[in-house]
């Protein structure tokens, strides 16, 4: 127990980019998180890719948790990645969640999005690939 | 000796420099007890002590985030750099953590005069965590000119803010309980300020009444007597009266020696504690390896001796 809590819990920054309402996905991963023994920052809805990335740096986080319903994932996640390139902070990996067509999701990839879970994945396997990403860095 | 005004280590000049993304990190390793933390910690000492550290305690929900959202919206019109340092609680059983209080805070993501960072409670009482103390040391450092450090919203005991803050707000809402809730020990002994915040409900001059009641009652040990606002963060309304109660407050520790022996003490209580956990440790370590300890628990064990004699005898052994 008490070496346990000796190893650094892992920072995450949950957010949702764009103007869709719906929070209750990226809650519920909040909470996943949270049971998994990380300190997650909430940062809720309707952030810009701006305030999301101040927020990753003065947070000093492991990993950034993006989850968008509205579509505009082509719009906003890149500009998250450029915003994190210019402060010389791509070694943050970043995750997503939420409606990404395949095809969408294939090119976000390569553009450096490390992770993105659709409709139905098990928290399990979030929590899992959060981890991973979080411990090893590229 | 490192800690004195010599030159600084690359990454304490940073710091001090305004670097955002060094303080960021500094505060990380602050947090982790990590190997740096100490370096820095030592080095940018003697730059601390400067600035005003305004804490805000008070129950769940209570709106301490929307208040210091408001208050720092004021300080930046006023042209004042915050530091903002807000306290969630972890979990006592994952140890993991939702820090939400970002949410409620409203600012220009370029206004480079605010740096805002949530802190987990990682396992303290008393409403804030080990190291919040030395994380606004560390803000103090990189020049900000105010720190509000937001606590754990909960109960009535949460009072380790006291040895934190040179100003305590204490927040509370209409409806919380009777007169004879305000003559309770704990939370409204700390209070320099208290601040009926959602005041635009009813209740809030009933709140203010009970509160204002305890105030007359007579001045604290230090000679001051709490002042008592009403604002409401939402409208927002009072915040400017929030804000010159607490520089009031603030002239008044400047000019007395009742907080100026609290502080001695309190720096005192910091090195009697460091040097008290440190031998703690050691000693630790040694008995844990001696044979005598388990000969003696095999004893308290078998019921042929008593826990406190044992002790005793470890005790009369060490002091040999």
């Known amino acids: 127990m008490v070496a346990k809590q000796r190893t650094r819990p892992i920072r995450v920054l949950i957010a949702k980019p764009g103007l869709d309402g719906h929070d209750r996905g990226a809650k519920i991963v909040a909470r996943a998180l949270r049971d998994a023994g990380m300190e997650v920052i909430y940062a809720g809805l309707r952030q810009t890719p ?4 101040r927020a990753a740096l003065e947070e000093d986080v492991d990993l950034i948790g993006l989850s968008i319903l509205s579509g505009a994932h082509m719009a906003l996640f890149p500009r998250v990645l450029k915003l994190l390139k210019a402060e010389k902070a791509s070694r943050i990996p970043v995750f997503a969640g939420g409606i990404i067509p395949d095809e969408d999701a294939t090119r976000l990839r390569h553009l450096g999005i490390r992770a993105i ?4 994945t098990s928290l399990e396997e979030i929590v899992r690939t959060a981890e991973k990403l979080a411990r090893a860095p590229p | 000796m490192t800690g004195q005004r010599t030159t600084l280590p690359p990454a304490a000049r940073a710091i001090v420099r305004g670097d955002r993304r060094a303080l960021a990190r500094a505060i990380t390793a602050v947090e982790n007890g990590a190997p740096e933390a100490d370096l820095l910690l030592r080095s940018t000492y003697s730059r601390t002590g400067r600035v005003p550290i305004i804490g805000f305690a008070g129950p769940l929900g209570v709106g301490k985030s929307s208040l210091l959202s408001a208050l720092v919206t004021q300080l930046r019109a006023a042209g004042t750099t915050v ?6 609680p972890s979990s006592p059983f994952s140890g993991g953590s939702v820090l939400g ?3 409620r805070f409203e600012r220009r993501a370029d206004d480079t005069g605010v ?3 949530s802190m987990a409670s990682r396992g303290a009482s008393g409403g804030v965590a080990a190291a919040t103390r030395d994380v606004a040391r560390l803000m103090d450092a990189a020049g900000f000119g105010v720190i509000l450090v937001e606590t754990v919203g909960s109960g009535q005991v949460d009072v380790a803010i006291r040895e934190i803050a040179s100003t305590r707000v204490v927040v509370l809402v209409p409806h919380l309980g009777d007169e004879v809730q305000t003559l309770k020990a704990g939370l409204f002994e700390i209070a320099d300020i208290f601040c009926v915040n959602k005041s635009d409900l009813p209740g809030s001059e009933t709140a203010e009444r009970y509160l204002s009641e305890l105030a007359g009652l007579g001045p604290g040990p230090d000679g001051w007597r709490a002042r008592v606002v009403r604002t ?3 409208v927002p309304s ?3 009266g929030l804000w010159s109660a607490i520089e009031e407050h603030e002239r008044f520790v400047a000019g007395s020696d009742v907080h100026r022996q609290a502080e001695r003490r309190r720096l005192s209580d910091e090195i009697v504690g460091r040097v008290r956990d440190e031998l703690t440790r050691e000693l630790t370590l040694r008995l844990e390896a001696e044979a005598e300890l388990r000969r003696l628990v095999d004893q308290v064990v078998a019921r042929k001796l008593d826990p406190r004699s044992a002790a005793d005898r470890l005790v009369a052994e060490e002091r040999r």
């Open chain 2, 101 to 103: 209080d970002r949410i």
């Open chain 1, 117 to 120: 879970f659709g409709p139905g």
């Open chain 2, 232 to 234: 409401s963060a939402t």
């Open chain 1, 50 to 53: 701006e305030e999301i990335v």
């Open chain 2, 83 to 88: 530091g903002v340092i807000a306290i969630d």
């Open chain 2, 115 to 117: 740096f805002f960072r």
């Open chain 2, 238 to 240: 009072g915040i400017p």
